[in-house]
Every structure is written in structure tokens, then in C-alpha cells.
């Protein structure tokens, strides 16, 4: 039999000994702190006590404030013998573990937060992660799309937000072609940021703010806010009304399906996009003059699943590439083959925005664009941040057991 502890240093499983017969020579000084926990399809787990007292602390009431679900106890000060565990009754095992601690409160700890602590489960429910599509300009017979009285009722948020991870983008359809109502929308999902524009925007192509998006000039395929240090996660749009003119078609481009055609094709441009920073701005209006917190590159991946989480791209709003003189040709070179697959006709999917049809795209992975148009428009919308995205993805999509077990678990 193989033996494990969890690592209180290290949050990491460590293998002590092969033969339950060296537990008592392994683990003497811990013998009063530990639980032993049968799981189903692992060896046998032993968990330290104070570790897993904060392990599991959410799940004990004297422990976490149950209103805000915040921490109440300091394990690092507090006398470990006031949370150590006396006694984990196993009986219900893996549905569920009862731990008595030595003051007596009781807890329930589900299995399947133990199970999954550090499994890829869990790390892909903490950030909402679902099996994603990779679309190119076909993805014009069949787009992600929802019926607004279906996003009003039952699990249709849920099946919004999901569209959305999976694909980067959904429409709203047969919604009213009302400020109003995309702004209630866009509330239900999380809190409209503020940004220099304002909150939620409904403007005219007027150069009100001075920003090519108020005008009415093409606009190239790009990524909102890369002169902040976190851009908006989601961003929405839609054209209220376009009256006396023509044109102002719309376009997306899925930036992960173009990352993945740059990786194929160019794999030392990639890495250089992936390794780069780069600096953006937004000083077009008095009194303002915005850069993110440091040089980003355009492509961020995740460290703990080792996937690309984030695409930021726009040519307008660049800045300086903080990359040595003798590097910065890499660097061109490299950015101009992204630029150019984002440019083909194949990856650009082109459609007409319109009254009652509303747009949603996550801007962290979707660049959108526009034709030039004539006439007047009037265009609705505001970001939501990334975290807030996230967390209203999380808790439609996720039971609240799932939602504790990418959570809470220390
Ligand atoms: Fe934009």
C-alpha cells in the first residue's frame, strides 16, 4: 500500500512510504493530526490536520462566516490544537466525509471536493472553461444564437453564457430595439464597467469621443482595451437604428482559431507574440491619458492549464513593443503574419448588425470589426469585465456543489 500526505508547505501529494507498516516510523509526530481518507480510485490520502482543517473550512460554520463565506480563523496564529480534528467518520464515503474537530463542532465535507482538489475538474470550473469550437468565416450558416424571451426564462442565461464560452460570441435575437432593454440585459449578466467612455454608451457616429469607433471609418479587426491592464471580458452591441445611408457591416474573427493557424504555420512568431509586451494607450480626449500596468504580450496563456487565455490585439491603440532594437524586426515580422491571417477572407465572418439583434463576444479571445458606413447610426452597449463574466457563467452553469469544489478548497 502506498502512502500519501498532503503537503502543508507545498499543497502538493507526497509520497512517505510504500508499506502501511512504516506509517508509524514516517509519521509519529503526526499520528494524532491525521485522517485517513479510502478514495475511490486513488491510494489511501492522509491529511495532516491543520491542513485540512483549512482545506475544509467552508464547510464548518464556527470556521467561515456563512453570510460571507469568508475565512473567520487565522489558521497560521491560531493554536493548531484548536483545530485539529478528532475524528473523520468515513461511512458515507465518497458521497460524503463527517469530521468532528476537538472543540466539537461537527462539518460535512462532500467527496468530491476531496476528489477533486487539484484535478483538472476543478481547474477548469474555476475558470469556466468548456469544450471550445474554433470557427472560421462558415460559422456565417449557423451562428451561436438565443431568443431573447428564451434568455429571459428558465436556464437561458445559462445557455447564453455557455454559447459564449464555447464559441466567443452569441446574438440575442427578436429583443426590443431599445437602450432599456439592452442595458437590463447586460445587467442580469453583471455590472456594466465604467470606463473614460462612460458606462453603458448609446451614441451616435458623431466623434463625440474622440475615438475611431465614434466615427464612421472601416475599423480593422481588434480587441478592445489593450491600454488597460485588464480589458473587458464581454462586450456588447447593438445598432438601435441607421437611417440615410449604407453600409457598416460587421465583422469577428475568432483570435484563437487564428493563434492556432499562426502556430501551425509560423511556430517562432508565435512564441515571439507569446514572449513580447506590449505597450497601448488611449490619450485621444483632454485629460486623459491611459496605458496598462506594464507591456503585455498579445497572446497570455494560462499557467495552470497551459492554454491560451487571452488574445489582445489592436493597431490603432499600439504603443511602444518593450523588445531590444535588435529583436524589434523579430517582432514585426512576426505580428505581420498574425495581421495577415486575421485578414483572410476565410477567418473574417461578416454580417449586418440590426435593430432587435443583439451581439455578444468575449473580447478576450473575438476581434471585431467594421466596414465604413454612410448615413446616421445609432449603437448601443458597454463591457462587463472578465471576472464577472466568468463568475455569472459559473453560477448558471455550475450546481452549487461544483461551485465549492473549485472554490473553496485550500
Ligand atoms: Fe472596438
Known amino acids: 500500500m502506498e502512502v500519501y500526505v498532503l503537503s502543508i508547505r507545498h499543497a502538493t ?7 502501511s507498516s512504516d506509517l508509524p516510523d514516517v509519521l509519529p509526530h503526526l499520528s494524532e493530526h491525521v ?42 496564529q491560531s493554536d493548531a490544537s484548536k483545530v485539529t480534528i478528532a475524528s473523520a467518520d468515513m461511512s458515507d464515503w465518497p458521497q460524503h466525509v463527517k469530521v468532528t474537530f476537538q472543540d466539537g463542532h461537527e462539518t460535512v465535507v462532500p467527496g468530491s ?44 442565461m445559462a445557455k447564453l453564457l455557455h454559447k459564449i464560452r464555447a464559441h466567443g460570441f452569441a446574438f440575442v435575437d427578436d429583443m426590443p430595439a431599445t437602450p432599456e432593454a439592452t442595458q437590463s ?47 473587458a471580458g464581454l462586450q456588447a452591441l447593438h445598432l438601435l437604428s441607421h437611417t440615410d445611408g449604407a453600409g457598416g457591416q460587421s465583422s469577428l474573427v475568432d483570435g484563437f482559431r487564428a493563434a492556432e493557424q499562426l502556430y501551425k504555420e509560423h511556430r517562432y512568431a508565435y ?25 503585455f504580450p498579445t497572446f497570455t496563456h494560462s499557467e495552470q492549464y497551459k492554454k491560451l487565455i487571452q488574445v489582445r490585439w489592436n493597431n490603432a491603440d499600439r504603443a511602444g513593443v518593450d523588445t531590444p532594437w535588435r ?28 435593430p ?9 479571445r473575438v476581434l471585431h470589426g ?9 449603437m448601443c452597449g458597454g463591457y462587463i469585465g472578465r471576472d464577472d463574466f466568468i463568475s455569472r457563467f459559473r453560477t448558471t452553469n455550475y450546481s452549487q456543489e461544483e461551485l465549492e469544489a473549485s472554490t473553496l478548497t485550500g
Do not use: C
Not at 13 to 19: C, E, H, N, S, T
Open 113 to 156: 471536493i476531496i476528489q477533486n482538489r487539484r484535478l483538472l475538474t476543478a481547474t477548469r470550473q474555476r475558470a469556466g472553461l468548456v469544450s471550445q469550437t474554433t470557427w472560421t468565416s462558415e460559422i456565417q450558416s449557423d451562428p451561436p444564437s438565443l431568443n431573447y424571451a428564451d434568455v429571459q426564462a428558465g436556464p437561458g
Open 370 to 378: 467594421r466596414a465604413a458606413f454612410t448615413g446616421k447610426r445609432r
Open 185 to 231: 440585459l447586460l445587467e442580469s449578466i453583471g455590472p456594466i464597467r465604467n470606463t473614460h467612455y462612460g458606462g453603458f454608451y448609446d451614441f451616435t457616429s458623431d466623434l463625440s469621443s474622440k475615438d475611431t469607433a465614434y466615427t464612421s471609418e472601416a475599423l480593422e479587426p481588434h480587441t478592445d482595451n489593450t491600454y488597460f491592464t485588464e480589458p
Open 13 to 19: 501529494l507526497m509520497k512517505l512510504a510504500r508499506a
Open 356 to 364: 432587435g439583434r443583439m451581439l455578444l463576444f468575449d473580447n478576450w
Open 327 to 354: 529583436h524589434l524586426e523579430g517582432w514585426y515580422d512576426a505580428a505581420a503574419k498574425f495581421d495577415a491571417i486575421l485578414n483572410e477572407q476565410k477567418n473574417q465572418y461578416w454580417f449586418q448588425l440590426k
Open 271 to 295: 512564441v515571439i507574440l507569446s514572449m513580447t509586451g506590449v505597450y497601448a494607450h488611449a490619450s485621444g480626449n483632454e485629460g486623459i491619458n491611459i496605458q496598462p500596468a506594464q507591456a
Open 35 to 76: 485522517i485517513w481518507i479510502e478514495l475511490q480510485h486513488l491510494p489511501p490520502i492522509a491529511y495532516h490536520s491543520v491542513t485540512t482543517f483549512d482545506f475544509i473550512y467552508a464547510m464548518a460554520g464556527h470556521i467561515v462566516n456563512r453570510d460571507t463565506a469568508q475565512r473567520q480563523i487565522n489558521v497560521f
